[in-house]
Structures are given as C-alpha cells and as structure tokens.
C-alpha cells in the first residue's frame, strides 16, 4: 500500500439545533460526524453512502477545509490542514477542491460558462491570454465546446453545468477532489455519461476522489474503497466488491436491498391488467 494523500483522525462535528428558547435553553447539539478516521491513497476513489442526514457532506466538507472539526485532525500529503497558513494555505487551496451537487447552484449565474471556469485561476493571479487559452482546454477536456464559452448557465444543460462545475474545479489542476453527489440533480441518461468523465479524468491527471452518494449502485461503479454512514458514525467499511456483494452491517443490507435489480424480464402485460383491474370506476 502506497503512502495515503489524505488521512482523517477522529474527526467530530456537532450543530446547535432549536430555536433555543428563552436564555437558549431549548438548544441542543447535533452530532453530524462522531469520532471518524479515514485514509485516501493517491490516484484512488473512497465512496461515502448513507441516507440524508448521515453526515456524508458535513464529513467531505471538513475534509477540504470549508467546516472547522469540533475534534480530530486532516493531513493532506503530511501537512495538518489545520495549521497551514499563509502561502502554504494558499497552495492546499489549490490541491483540494469540490464538485457540489446542483451545478446551477454553484455557478454564478452573472457569469458566462468561460468566466466561471476562470475565476479560479483569475484568483490565483493567472490572466489574459493564458486564462483563456487554459479554460478552452478544460472545456475540450470535460466535453464541452470552447465556442460555448459566451453563454451563461442557464442557457445550457443541467449535464453542460455539471461539466463546467468539473472544468472550474481542475482549473488550479488540484490533486484531490470532493464530489458531493454530483450526479443526484441530474437526469438519469446524464448520469453515466458525468461518471464516465468523472473517471476519464481520474486515470488521465491521477486525481483523488472522495465521492459522496446515497446510491450503492454508484458506489460499486466509482470507488474501490468504500465507507457506510449511518447516523454520524461509520458504520461498516471495505473494499467495493465486499461491501456489494457480501456486507456485514444490518443498515448496509437494507441499502443493498433497496437498490432495483431485474433478475427476469418483467410480465409486463400482466401487470398493466392488474393496475386496470385496480382503478376505481
């Protein structure tokens, strides 16, 4: 085993929930992510699955530095995210980026797609002609036409926006990324074709992923390691194959048997009578 990029210890998050009451005493804290350790290894996809509210973003978003842990420690490449600061901090900022889910909430609307994918790199001090010569490669890379560049996100495609999000986030050509469910808000014949480019790039550039779903059959497709989410806590941990084909945990069982699978084909004829015989005259 290779040297992980990222390692979490003992990360713990926890929210103040409730109105409070009078002098507060109503509120209580919530506890998003209790006590987890993890360890990504260059070049690899770590899945997270659970249902809403398990804690899957809260996690990914400490892993990249937006949430402050209440508890514990991230080290990417050997530096404690916590305590990097200055030029260092500015270089971490670079090598971690995200995907976020709806691609039309993250990008600014007030922007046309070419300055969206910019604006990182305007940010970082790189402008002019060699802003725009790198966002017409990032655009050929994720699929799009670089002549798109003038319109505005909603003039194109919830896919188009998600490949837009994913040219903004290699923009700084970081070396991990956080992909909050980003293919949830789209349409199912969108999907594959994002994942698919999602993994393009992975084995293009060596990227690392930390990819979060709710859905199993994307995590046996994505990842080779995989966590299981439950409540805050992880509850079960493996290898991809495992966690698909043999797992351990009650609540992964359940997700295993949620997900839809067609052994036959299906009587069709059948059940369209039985739906007829059903409606009340």
């Not at 103040?16 to 002098?23: E, I, K, Q, S, V």
């Not at 956080?178 to 014949?189: G, I, K, R, T, Y």
């Not at 060596?206 to 859905?215: K, M, N, Q």
Request: glycine fraction near 10%.
């Amino acid at each position: 085993m290779s040297t992980p990029l990222l390692q979490a210890r003992g990360l713990q998050k926890s929210f103040a929930t409730g109105d409070g009451g009078l002098f507060g005493q109503g509120r209580h804290r919530h506890m998003a992510v209790d006590g987890i350790d993890l360890a990504i290894e260059p070049g690899t996809t770590l899945g997270c699955v659970g249902e809403s509210g398990s804690g899957k973003s809260t996690l990914g978003r400490m892993l990249v530095g937006l949430i402050e842990p209440d508890e514990g420690s991230v080290t990417f490449d050997g530096q404690d995210v916590a305590k990097v600061a200055g030029k260092e901090r500015a270089a971490l900022r670079r090598n971690m980026q995200v995907v976020f889910q709806d691609p039309l909430l993250s990008l600014n609307p007030r922007r046309t797609i070419g300055q969206n994918i910019q604006r990182p790199l305007r940010n970082y001090g790189v402008g002019g002609s060699e802003a725009e010569d790198r966002m017409a490669r990032l655009m050929k890379m994720c699929g799009l036409d670089p002549a798109q560049a003038a319109r505005y996100p909603h003039e194109i495609s919830g896919g188009q926006c998600q490949r837009v999000a994913i040219a903004r986030a290699l923009a700084l050509e970081p070396r991990f990324v956080f992909l909050d469910e980003p293919v949830s808000a789209l349409d199912v014949s969108v999907q594959a074709q994002i994942l698919n480019l999602l993994l393009d790039l992975q084995a293009e550039l060596g990227l690392t992923y930390f990819f979060v779903t709710h859905d199993l059959k994307l995590i046996e497709f994505m990842s080779q390691q995989v966590i299981v989410m439950l409540k805050g806590s992880v509850v079960e941990r493996g290898t991809s194959a495992e966690i698909w084909q043999s797992p351990k945990h009650a609540y992964t069982q359940n997700l295993l048997r949620s997900v839809l699978r067609l052994g036959s084909t299906p009587d069709w004829a059948r059940f369209a009578a039985s739906e007829t015989s059903s409606v009340i005259p």
